[in-house]
């Protein structure tokens, strides 16, 4: 797989080759970077997953947890993201930024360079997985021709060739790789589309239910948060991903060092496409639980997005929560990745994995959420997001 990166200049160590990344804090010590350049480069011992022997390596040069770190590895299709203390991954389409400053606004950087493979000092980088390019084809000269005669030595640039003229015109500009710009949301001001009116309010007020559960009258329910997914547009569109088995029979990603739910350790084994399991559950204040095995709208009057042929849960937040906006937050489902977005609302949302400060969140972007992490919208409404037994 090819990997188009773009680095800026900063304090940490960025090494990558191929499908595998890694940015960290400076270890000050070159054996600690030679052995991470051997596991990314896949010339040391294989046995475990590109993440756990980087992980093995990091915590036994740092005695522990490092100050920062990042890491995605692209090998299973759908990236597989890793971060500790300040190291951070965030999601820009198809691109992963990946920093070791927890977050910050990227606003000012440095200019960014683009790198093909290697170790070089930086603090940021953008990743982006690009098609393999197509060789030219050689042109091979026809037997039959007999080389042509060697002359003398040219010692001058012919007069015909001094007098050759191009085309008129300037040359062709370059073709640059602009930036897909997210427009986020609707405004807060804004209503739901007329057309889906009728199918939010069928749902308002009913409790959370698994997926194969039949559509009823919604029972009265006016003490807080609940979600809905009407019977009609609940049928199973998960979508396939490249997965192995712990021994307990848990799927789990590819690049995974152990298992996602009983956090067993995962055998080497070829990896297997399969329908995407429920990623886990956003659990709410009032101790409900609803299943990620699709995306996650909440707000005071959640909608799903324009155009979706998919129903999200609905979670309706209290009405008395003013500062929540109508279509406040959403969450949804990338490969193996839960990412959390802030749709332009009205008094913000604040995110904290755990071990770490809360940060405010960027309208519009997007945050890989990892097992814990905690999303605070307006300071008034929290929610966890966990994995495992816990989550069911």
Known sequence: MIVEARYADGSGVLIGSGAHWVLLSDPADERVVQEIWDVVSLTAPSGASVAERVLAVVEKAFEGDPPGLALVDFTSGASTTLSRGTGHVRLAGPVRVLSIDAGADPD??????????????????????????????????????????????????????????????????????????????????AEPDPLLVERIEEGTHTTIRPASAPHTAPAADAAGPTSTRPAHLAHSTAPTVLAVSCPLGHLTPPAAPQCRVCHQRVAPQEPRRVERPSLGGLRLPTGEVVPLDRGVILGRKPAPPEGSTDWPHLVHLPADHSFVSRRHLQVELDGWDVVARDLESRGGTTIAPPGREPQRMRPGDAYVLEPGTVLDMAQVYAVRFETGAVAR
């Open 108 to 189: 000012g950087v440095a200019p960014l360079r683009r790198l093909v493979g290697g170790v070089v000092a930086a603090g940021r980088v953008e990743l982006e997985p690009v098609s393999l390019r197509t060789a030219a084809p050689v042109q091979h000269a026809r037997a039959s021709e007999p080389p042509a005669p060697a002359g003398a030595l040219i010692d001058g640039i012919p007069a015909s060739i001094l007098a050759a003229k191009g085309p008129d015109g300037p040359p062709p500009r370059n073709r640059v790789r602009r930036r897909v710009e997210d427009t986020g949301a609707l405004p807060d001001t």
